[in-house]
């Protein structure tokens, strides 16, 4: 038995991966189709080994389609994902547009599996916030060990969180720095070349943008509501892969060599913790794989029961593409989907 899986937002960087996800895992599928707005129409993206022809979202019939991965930005998510739904076909969300509804499971697989279930009453399922990802999966085996009160985590995040335009824009303006040439900003705020920017998403009320809030809210939903969290989110010049500083307090005693022991037997967790020159993960050396990487583990003595550590994932990976096909997995492994066709 096989299954459909359409690719919405195919053209895109987390679409593509998405696509490349799907062949490298051998995810069950019959069928894959890449669809996209009609501006894309005609044009040709991989999977695996074939070329598939990008076909128009907006008259495509989802009702033969038993998974969409989502990948088309928030506004067109709250268009089309609940009448994808409605269709039959089980959206897995990549963007915020229901992260926050009580009636869509928030899930990374290796954090809240269970969860999933809920998936049938809108028949869509949220992929969390690329930064919020990562953290959950070092955060959870840490929690189940000594529980966690309070998270102070600064991230610093890669322009592929915001889009291939964003790529482009470091890129020019990097060439425009050495060339001595006029460095343009559209995206961000600010120049982004050999520059960090202390601002993701739009500002708040309380002073916090709400990327940082995005951290807070996910965290508290996928792993426990009485956790409390801060955050500080930053745009560094990284083209892949985000890095996090994260300083955690527990309710109970546990030491770096304790966390060490747990995080190396978590899923979905790497541990590269060497007390030497180049003994620990960065962004450049994490790209293209799919763990979540943790360095630099070690005591916090000026609180009680407290911890740093440095986390490092890709983000469009186990951020975004890889995170939602695990998703996709967990459905047909716990049988979860009823209308696999016949393999043709």
């Known amino acids: 038995m096989g299954y459909k899986v359409a690719v919405v937002g195919a053209t895109g960087n987390v679409g593509r991966e998405m696509l490349d996800i799907l062949a490298e895992r051998a995810f069950p599928a019959d069928e894959v189709v890449a669809l996209a707005s009609r501006r894309s129409q005609g044009q040709e993206v991989s999977f695996g080994d074939k070329i598939l022809k990008v076909k128009v979202l907006d008259t495509y019939d989802f009702s033969d389609t038993d998974i969409c991965l989502m990948s088309a930005g928030g506004e067109a998510s ?37 969860a999933v279930v809920g998936f049938t009453k809108r028949n869509i399922i949220a992929n969390p916030n690329c930064s919020t990802a990562q953290l959950v999966v070092a955060l959870k085996p840490l929690h189940e060990a000594a529980t966690i009160k309070r998270v102070v985590v600064s991230t610093y995040q890669s322009v592929s969180g915001a889009g291939k335009d964003a790529m482009d824009e470091l890129f020019s303006q990097t060439r425009a720095v050495f060339t001595a040439g006029e460095v343009v900003t559209k995206k961000f705020t600010k120049r982004i070349a050999f520059n960090v920017i202390p601002h993701i998403d739009v500002f708040m009320e309380d002073g916090y943008t709400k990327e940082e809030w995005k951290m807070v809210a996910e965290t508290k939903k996928m792993l426990d509501p009485k956790i409390k969290l801060t955050a500080t989110a930053v745009r560094v010049p990284v083209f892949i892969g985000h890095a996090e500083a994260v300083n955690v307090e527990f309710e109970r005693p546990l030491s770096p060599e304790q966390a060490t022991e747990i995080l190396r037997n978590a899923p979905g967790v790497l541990v590269i913790d060497k007390r030497e020159n180049g003994g620990y993960m960065t962004p450049h050396e994490a790209a293209g794989e799919d763990a979540t990487y943790i360095s630099r583990i070690r005591e916090d003595a ?14 469009l990976r186990k951020g975004a593409a890889l995170n939602a096909v695990q998703i996709a997995e967990v459905l047909v492994n716990r049988k979860l989907l009823n209308r696999a066709r016949p393999a043709a």
């Open 78 to 114: 709250k268009e089309w994902s609940p009448r994808i739904g409605q269709q039959g076909c089980v959206v897995i969300d990549n963007s915020s547009a229901f992260r926050y509804d009580s009636d869509v499971p928030l899930i990374v697989p290796e954090v809240n599996a269970d």
């Open 302 to 315: 000026t609180v009680e029961n407290g911890l740093n550590f440095w986390c490092v994932s890709d983000n």
